[in-house]
């Protein structure tokens, strides 16, 4: 045993900090581990030489971080350990371009997150100066969120000391995170926390420029918009008041569209909207064609609220009638067949629209006496009543792992503390309008879901696409809305009811406190889960090894780590085969590689289609909400393979379903391009900064 004379080292930003010898033994470890030589007591005594060395050099001067380095790296070869130096190596190297990478974007990071997370951080995050430099580091946003959040404790008579403590640990170990506008603005003036907001549109010149007006004011601040349309009358119609003729609700949209490219939301978050239109809505036809058009409402995600009555015609090849929503009289009718066919070859076309499953949505809304759900937000997990807005929060289930299996035990503890943080998100929030306060506090609706599930299964070795995997993903969800709502009855009895509890299905249903009208939603999470390290929501991996843009012009290769793990400890990892990798993302045609290996790190487009909806109803069944979930398929995907989608979808009680086909827009924010076609052998997939995975249209990348 050694007893070191070093009591401290210099850190690289300059502050001494104490030694701590465990760091050097555990960063020799991970190099013996690499490199296939599991010898603990020889990296014990290459730990010792390098202590007894730094401890004679200290006697002039404190040593630095590099200095431990470049002396690990000298005992390593003077032992005759080349091969492990080499590895070390590599690993210093990798980690001295990560840092240089951050220090470019000028993000001190102190949590040691991913360089994307830093880029992602630097763009969207971090508070900034007035001249646009970063003023705090990741820990210290985590912190202003903590502290921000659990004040709202001091309302109900408790300290919020406890809470700030549990609520840090739990986002800065990343564990849990709320959506992107409780990260970019609490603490500060703007204050706006929320990021799902659901504005009536109604049918009269002013109602549809307050709704523009009101949507500004919530894209400005961060937040995403859902909007249903199917109130304004059809182009052709009536109007009375000037005696003209009535241009449509997609005129009005295309005005939106414009408002929303506009704002750009202070540079921070792109603006963002669903746009919905009812079935029988005259407009019908017009509105799924409506983005044959490249460029035309780049801002919107579109969705055709489809009825139980529809879907049953469609099936009996049944016509059904049009209904002008002005007089409410039917003005034509269409074959449910023919609307349909042609909503499949444009969401196969272009990616839209995609369908909301209205009966459904309405069967579980939890206040049917207060109003009507007609749309969700712009990606469809939060369905919401006119004026109301949900806070999202998400738990990271690849952190819900230990010892190869799940961590109930803290899967329950971090589930328990998301929906006691999300609950003082709605008092800690600052609202745009209050109107929308009024009717958010009134039903107090939360959204926990989770991120990091294909991370999950890879740990407990199971494949995205398979039997397993669907039970997992119901036992997962089951668990999390059981825990959620046995805190919420907790919270309901300590802090009160929401104050339409009464009313409420929660109220038939024979419960006497209930804090939160719903507690459960699957969203796409994207930035998020980019800081949190882990894939996006419930999506398979997009690619295995790809090239990231990080910066203007550049790129960084990112292997899973997952994947990189078990490649090393199966003996076929190496640095080439990774570039190789990256050029196609996907591993299936490799014969090096393991066919079980094979099967735990298919891609999005390796899974067969019908997988991806049955994981989303597995999902489903236990969340109170939505669930967000793109069906990516491959450029030769055919438009019937989009109907099994969609019918398997409606059978398994899915709330709505999306598509899409790869190459479907000419803009998209991830690209795979076939090397052996291409002039350019190095090319790779490539994956925007900001894409986690999921939908490839720009307008689905918003949180």
Known sequence: MVNPSIRSVVKRDGQIAPFNREKILNALRKAFHASDLENDDLAK????????????????????????????????ISEGLDEIAKVYIIYRNKRAEARHAKNLVGVHDDLKLSVNAAVVLQKRYLLKDNNGNIIETPSQMFKRVSKTISAVDKKFGKSSSKSEKLFYNSISNLEFLPNSPTLMNSGTKMGQLAACFVLPVEDSMTGIFNSIKNMALIHQSGGGTGFSFSRIRPIGDIVKSTQGIASGPLSFMSIFDAAADVIKQGGRRRGANMGVLSVDHPDIMRFIGSKSKEQYLTNFNISVAVTDKFMEKVRNDEEYSLVNPRNKKVVGYKSARDVFEYMLTMAWSTGDPGLIFIDRINQANPTPNIGKIESTNPCGEQPLLPYESCTLGSVNLARMVKNDAIDWEKLRNTTELAVHFLDNVIDANRYSLKKIEIVTKSNRKIGLGVMGFSEMLIQLRVPYASKKAISIASKIMQFISKTAISKSIILGEIRGNFPNFKDSVWAKRGYNFMRNATLTTVAPTGTISIIAGCSSGIEPIFAVSYARNILEGSKLLETNQYFEKIAKDEHFFSEKLMQEIAKTGSIQNYKKIPDNIKKLFQTAFDIKPEWHVRIQAAFQKYT??????????????????????YDLAYDLGCKGVTIYRYGSKANQVLYIDNAEQTADPQRLVRANSDYSGGCLNPACNLY
């Not at 010792?48 to 690990?72: A, F, G, R, Y």
């Not at 069906?631 to 989608?645: F, T, W, Y």
């Open 624 to 645: 109170d909400n939505a669930v967000s979930k793109t069906v990516n398929l491959p450029s030769d995907a055919s438009i019937d393979d989009v109907r099994k989608i």
């Open 45 to 76: 005594k290459i730990s010792n030489k390098v202590i007894q060395t730094l401890s004679k050099l200290s006697q002039d001067h404190i040593p630095s971080i590099e200095d431990i380095q470049d002396q690990v790296e000298k005992t390593l």
